[in-house]
């Protein structure tokens, strides 16, 4: 009679069991085992377990499908055309006139070539449905790290319910969206080198090749990566592993790898001056500790301080990149999805090895039918959330949608309808739009900040969307030709009586004005409206459209 036999492999960390003394063929099953020696069976052929993913995948998909547009959406794919017309990034900026010829450090380029190849081929419906897989596929990952280690399907779900909604907010059309992917790739790698596959590391290398074009956010992964290389250096040198050696040579090489960019070492130049520096917008602003809000994060923090009463062992260099990952998500709202992304595999894993209570146990005690059953109903609920969401795709014929109260959408309809054209001052977060809707315009500021803009200049078209005397400058000391305002910002009020300007658009969110023709009587714009003034049989100066621009993108 055969006898089973066992051997570890070092290498893959994975315990394989034979039916033969050489162990050499025949496996019959194979578990893996990480640090603490906890086993655990694969899964991914238990009907189960694969029902119960697709259920948080389909609530992932709902809570990652926003339709509306980023203020910033118009610009990234008009660089990322550029750049792929024209086969280089930008050395300089083209598209200001405050900041032009200006060094334009576009760390994020090669999200903007994305984001274009998708427009171009599957205009935004391509680009609504590639931000919700992406997202779908960050809560997979994580899902596998997870259940490679634990089966508590209660945990899992209770998790997940936290964690999704606390990522839900920064999934929108936007090239940090490739942070959260490769954070969570660096995640993924680094949670299964430490589980005993040693090969994986060398997919940092990549993983940091891509990052460090596509986002600024790669300081975050080089910053972590190098924690937990200096952490396990010091452990393993006690312990005698060789573990922190491999650690120390990928991290490096990654060091080396993220000087691969169109901009070399200068690139993180630029992250060191400007990354330490404030920033005046909402995403950037604190998580209030004395209301409700962002109360998911604010319970996945107690999850996590919970976790020190819990008696599993933990990882020193885990406990620290989480509490700083902590610290600055209540810093910046924007960065609570990495925390969130950092938190998943730590909280999940130390709670489903705590919690002993599982409805699975009860699940397996049912009848085969049973099972189909309970499936079925899972898989039906999985399948009503994605219906739901589609449903609200197909209300905007599945496209993103352009808010006419949140982008001036007539206005541009307006001047492109008059042939107006020139030195646009604009509000901050209509820059890229105008860039995109007035290619013959150039704007005074927009949503690049100081990849482009000097300080001065951010500074001063600050000032001028407050009503500041030293915002003034923009009209007397820069050759500001059109000056396009919001309605509840100050400049609409006293750009009505200014000498030297008069309105000639206005509507609910927005107006526009134009140097007077006594104040600029040879500039071709005028020349250009006097003569289309004269072609008009109706003798008007401007034209008035009564058709409302169109709702989907780019609106």
């Known amino acids: 009679m055969k006898t089973l036999n066992s051997h570890y492999s070092h290498e893959t960390g994975n315990i394989i069991f034979s039916l033969f003394p050489d162990g050499s063929s025949h496996k019959l099953f194979r578990v893996t085992v990480d640090d603490s020696n906890t086993l655990s069976k694969d899964v991914t052929r238990d009907g189960f377990y694969i029902v119960i993913r697709i259920l948080v995948y389909a609530f992932a998909f709902t809570q990652f499908s926003y339709v509306t547009a980023d203020p910033d959406l118009w610009g990234h794919l008009r660089f990322g055309q550029d750049i792929w017309e024209q086969g280089q990034v930008h050395d300089t900026d083209p598209f200001s006139y405050t900041a032009h010829g200006n060094r334009w450090i576009n760390h994020e380029w090669l999200m903007e070539v994305a984001f274009y190849l998708i427009y171009h081929t599957l205009d935004s419906t391509g680009l609504l449905f590639f931000k ?7 809560v997979h990952l994580l899902s596998s790290i997870y259940f490679a280690r634990s089966r508590n399907v209660t945990v899992y779900l209770i998790v997940c319910a936290l964690i999704i909604p606390v990522m839900a907010p920064g999934f929108m059309t ?14 993924y790698v680094l949670q299964k080198f430490f589980d005993g596959y040693l090969r994986i590391i060398k997919w940092t290398l990549v993983i940091m090749l891509l990052w460090v074009n596509s986002h600024g956010g790669v300081v975050a992964g080089l910053g972590i990566f190098g924690m937990i290389t200096a952490v396990e250096a010091v452990r393993c040198y006690k312990t005698g592993e060789s573990r922190g050696i491999v650690l120390l040579k990928y991290f490096l090489l990654s060091c080396l790898v993220v000087l691969i960019n169109p901009y070399g070492y200068n690139l993180w130049l630029f992250f060191f001056h400007s990354l330490g520096m404030p920033r005046s917008i909402s995403e950037w602003g604190a998580v209030s500790l004395t209301d409700f809000s962002h109360w998911q994060y604010k319970v996945l923090v107690l999850l996590f301080l919970g976790t020190f009463l819990l008696p599993n062992k933990k990882r020193v260099w885990e406990i620290l990149i989480l509490t700083l990952a902590i610290v600055y998500g209540f810093r910046h709202q924007r960065h609570t999805v990495l925390t969130a992304i950092l938190l998943a595999p730590y909280l999940l894993l130390h709670y489903g090895r705590w919690l002993q209570w599982d409805f699975k146990p009860y699940y397996d005690r049912l009848s085969r039918d049973f099972h189909w ?40 309809q307006f001047m492109e309808a008059n042939d107006l054209a ?27 900040f100081r990849t482009v803009y000097p300080e001065n200049i951010i500074e001063m078209n600050r000032a001028f969307s407050y009503g500041k005397p030293e915002g003034m400058a923009l009209l007397t000391d820069y050759p500001s030709l059109l000056v396009l305002t919001k309605t509840y910002e100050a400049p609409h009020t006293f750009m009505e009586t200014l000498p030297g300007w008069v309105k000639i658009y206005q509507d609910p969110i927005s107006k526009l004005f134009i140097r007077t023709q006594a104040s600029a009587p040879d500039h071709p714009l005028w020349q250009r409206i006097l003569e289309n003034q004269k072609k008009r049989k109706n003798g008007q100066r401007f034209v008035h459209l009564d058709d409302p621009p169109p709702w989907a993108f780019p609106g």
């Open 373 to 412: 059953a309970v499936q079925g109903v899972v898989g039906v609920c999985a399948v009503f959330l994605i219906g739901v969401q589609l449903n609200k795709y197909a209300v905007d014929d599945f496209k993103i949608r352009v808010d006419h109260l949140v982008y001036p959408a007539y206005a541009a």
């Open 174 to 187: 936007r090239p940090h969206l490739a942070t959260f992917l490769y954070l969570t790739l660096l995640v």
């Open 132 to 138: 919700a897989f992406l997202g779908i596929f960050i």
């Open 422 to 448: 020139g030195n646009l001052v604009v509000p901050f977060n209509w820059g890229e739009y105008m860039i995109w809707k007035s290619p013959d315009s150039k704007v005074s500021i927009d949503g690049r």
